[in-house]
């Protein structure tokens, strides 16, 4: 059961436990320390408690602990290049990920340093180009109309920006599992690192 909204969730909450269901109760607000944590829940710690799939849920955890540390020791010891990584541009505002959220950590466990907006995701324009991001890292192409580097170099004022000139601006068809957490956060913590450090998967 997944629901985003507050008042959803209460709704759809009350209704499970009126039919006698066992709730498992994840949040989505994620800081640094906190990863370790969300890779337990990914696994299926808790909801593998509430199936009784326990030994299966801990082999999964482990199997997930696993992968995310091939990725930091991966990038562990290249250089971190600035990255930003746009949730969306809508009406001229800009989303990216915000100051201590789940995505900075993303970022920060990939191997690079995060350009981060207010607690909102929210950046401005000028303080995205003071921050000079060496990658921009486009999640909204995974959504039709998908964005493409083009039309970031065809922005005013994004051209002074070093990913742009240096032609560093990716696509993220992934991000779906990358600014969502749950299950699949490994695969995400993997997209990324891919696209920050493409040099070290070469195999």
Partial sequence: ?????????????GDAETAGAQLVAKSKSMVSE???????????SAVGRALDASPRAVALTDDLRERASAVTDAVAGADRPRVFYEVSVFQGVIYGAGTDSFLASMIEMAGGEPVVGDATGVIQLEDLVAADPDL?????AAYPPPVTPRDVAARPGWKRMRAVKDDRVVPMPDDLIITRPGPRIVDGLEALAH???PEAFTD
């Fill in 1 to 13: 059961m997944c629901a985003h909204v507050a008042g959803q969730l209460v709704t759809v909450a």
């Fill in 34 to 44: 906190e990863i370790e944590r969300l890779i337990r829940d990914a696994g299926g």
């Fill in 136 to 140: 921009i890292l486009l999640g909204d």
């Fill in 195 to 197: 696209a920050i450090h």
